[in-house]
């Protein structure tokens, strides 16, 4: 049986689901081992599975820009720092956008963002 071909959520989406089940307030800056870290995800999560094609660091880049727009994350030393508003924003994200099937993946596969 094929997996999805598409994302059901946008990828600042998902990455805000992860945010809010991560319990590190700050990760690394470096986008091509985030796009990485998707990748990996696609090959143990059906949610992520549309990621296994590969997962373009411009993409990511622009998720974690439109986190940083919303102030979500800020910037600093090579890091992104997630705002207290922006865990808030996360937290609500999982709860309102995910079914709970979806909020578990996100659950484990934070485990793995947390490692980064």
Known sequence: M??????RY??????????ASTEADSFSD??????AMFEGLATRFPLFAPLAA???PAAVSNALAKLEATKCLTRAEQRYLLTEE???????????????GDREQLEAAATVFNSL
């Open 10 to 19: 946008q990828l600042h989406e998902v990455l805000m689901g992860m945010l």
């Open 2 to 7: 094929a997996g999805p071909t598409s994302m």
């Open 54 to 56: 590969g997962v373009d």
């Open 86 to 100: 922006g865990r808030a924003r996360c937290v609500s994200n999982k709860k309102t956008l995910f079914n709970q």
């Open 30 to 35: 470096d986008v091509p081992r985030l796009a």
